[in-house]
């Protein structure tokens, strides 16, 4: 099984994704802070190469077809509320066009 996953640099992203990768599933993730994810990986010592790294932006993204997703990124803060609702909603409808129909979410 695969599993795209989004904000695994939060609490709960990192662990859904210490967990899949545990149970030896294959993820797929979409961050912003790539490097932020790759110390993390190295601090849990776990290979950065166990997953497939997309890019934050999901049009860039070759295609996937993971056969589920957990969207869990996002923002809680921004500068004005137009940026909140292009990283919150926007992004998400972004990323929930990229998944392939068969994909549960």
Not at 88 to 97: F, G, P, Y
Request: charged share 25%; glycine share 6%.
């Amino acid at each position: 099984m695969s599993l795209l996953l989004t904000g695994a640099t939060g609490f709960l992203g990192r662990n859904i994704l210490l967990r899949a990768l545990s149970e030896g599933t294959e993820v797929l993730t979409a961050v912003r802070n790539a490097d932020k994810l790759l110390q993390q990986l190295r601090f849990e010592k776990r290979d950065p190469q166990e997953i497939q790294l997309l890019s934050a932006l999901p049009d860039r993204w070759p295609r996937i077809s993971p056969r589920r997703a957990v969207l869990g990124g996002g923002v809680l803060f921004e500068r004005n509320r137009s940026d909140y609702f292009r990283t919150n909603v926007d992004w998400t409808l972004a990323t929930l066009r990229a998944l392939p129909p068969e994909c549960r979410t």
